[in-house]
């Protein structure tokens, strides 16, 4: 079961798991000097301000996804980059502790996944997910505007949309945890189970540095983390926690004392309520079949698109150079989606220890101290805020997070930076 010249592969989604799915395609074809027919499917335009032109997210690209971008001879262009983030501020009670970039090399940046919010004045901002989806076209993928109604399976998988029926060689699903799966029940797909976030857009306020992300941990009370993101004109809030309530945006400003900027009342630009993954899909996989981004798994609360870019390509080196049956996905694209769950299981015990440190005034005291101790040494050896932007950047894995936050020097400053704050110094 193999792709051959002229086999045709729908891509069912057109964001950017399934946008990097046909680059990855495209890329992996031309090497096996191999024609494929590759048919997108996505009925957004994302070209639009709002909600309805959009993907629902922070939008934050990091520095491995920028990095990861020149393998497929990708180049961001400057209207799409909306702010460079050169630093992270944490915000918890009184307390605020600073991180700046590890690696001046390595660029993190913020985007726009739509036109802008829905409220927002001219020019629009560029989305990136239009020109993502720009550059498959222009590599010889087919754009079709329309909502995939069903995806049946049978000898070969037949997509339905309103007005046509088209069948595939491989159909790769890409729709997200935001859009219904069109499978048909005999396929027996389960989606990732999925907290709620919330966001909004607001002007970006006046003495914030454009270059910060401002992350908050301590209103509303269901909150784990909430980020106020630079956006060029604009800042994005995205809230996670469980159980949010319907006013989490404006007890977020009230609380972290935001208010303060906007003494006419906070413009409220685009409210949303999108859904992000906190598993992963137990069945990603079939004959001809193939689930890639977070409708199959995805990193733990960072670095989606990033995770869109590594299930996509492993998909599709699979699909061309192993073939498209259910035990080549099962050997070729399995232990990437495996390498990803297990890599959040780390980041879940991160975030767990990290929330017990904010709760113990004591204990984040003793790793400001820890951080403040490593300032002066090279920039590879500030272990504790290297953990810290990691964890909230998505720039290294979890493990490699963890492993490096039990390390000698880590435990050495931290245990350091306590003594200093139980002896008063």
Same mark, same amino acid.
């Given at each position: ?9 729908v ?29 997108i ?9 709002g ?14 996804l ?9 180049e ?25 970039r ?11 996944r ?62 997200g945890v935001?859009?219904?799966a ?6 027996h797909?389960q ?26 941990f ?26 949010l ?37 137990p ?21 989606g ?34 390498q ?35 300032v ?15 964890m909230?950047?998505g !720039? ?5 997070i ?7 020097p ?10 200093? !704050?139980?002896?008063?110094?």
């Amino acid at each position: 079961m193999h792709l051959t010249n002229g086999s045709r592969v729908v891509i069912v989604g057109g964001g950017p798991a399934g946008s990097f799915a046909a680059l990855h395609l495209l890329r992996f074809a031309a090497q096996a000097n191999l024609t494929l027919e590759i048919v997108i499917f996505e009925a957004r335009d994302f070209n639009r301000p709002g909600p309805g032109g959009c993907n629902k997210c922070a939008g934050i690209l990091s520095s491995t996804l920028v990095a990861n971008l020149e393998t497929l001879d990708l180049e961001l262009p400057a209207e799409v980059i909306q702010a460079e983030l050169n630093a992270y501020v944490l915000h918890s009670g009184e307390a605020e502790i600073l991180l700046h970039r590890p690696n001046s090399g390595r660029r993190s940046l913020s985007v726009y996944r739509g036109s802008g919010p829905r409220l927002g004045t001219s020019p629009t901002p560029h989305s990136f997910d239009s020109w993502l989806l720009n550059q498959a076209r222009e590599r010889g993928a087919q754009i079709r505007r329309g909502r995939v109604q069903t995806i049946t399976r049978s000898e070969h998988p037949v997509v339905a949309t309103a007005h046509e029926k088209l069948e595939a060689d491989l159909v790769v699903l890409a729709t997200g945890v935001n859009s219904r799966a069109p499978l048909d029940a005999a396929w027996h797909y389960q989606p990732p189970q999925t907290e709620m976030m919330a966001q909004d857009e607001i002007p970006m306020p006046g003495g914030f540095l454009t270059d910060r992300v401002h992350i908050f941990f301590d209103h509303p009370q269901e909150l784990i983390f909430g980020g106020l993101i630079p956006k060029g004109r604009y800042a994005n809030i995205s809230l996670l926690g469980r159980g949010l309530p319907p006013d989490a945006i404006s007890d977020f400003l009230e609380g972290n004392k935001l208010t303060k900027f906007f003494p006419e009342g906070t413009p409220a630009l685009c409210g949303c309520t999108p859904r992000i993954a906190i598993s992963a899909a137990p069945k990603f996989y079939d004959e001809r079949l193939v689930i890639v981004g977070d409708a199959a798994v995805t990193r733990l609360y960072k670095d989606g698109i990033g995770a869109a870019f590594t299930t996509a390509e492993a998909a599709a080196r699979t699909a061309v150079q192993r073939g498209i049956s259910r035990r080549d996905f099962a050997s070729g694209y399995r232990p990437t989606h495996q390498q990803i769950t297990t890599d959040n299981l780390y980041g879940q015990f991160l975030f767990r220890i990290w929330a017990a440190t904010r709760r113990s005034p004591f204990l984040l005291n003793a790793w400001r101290r820890a951080i403040l101790s490593e300032v002066d040494l090279p920039k590879a050896n500030q272990i504790h805020a290297r953990v810290l932007w990691g964890m909230f950047t998505g !720039d290294e894995s979890y493990q490699k997070i963890f492993q490096l936050s039990l390390s000698c020097p880590a435990l050495r400053a931290l245990w350091q930076g306590a003594l200093k !704050d139980w002896r008063g110094k």
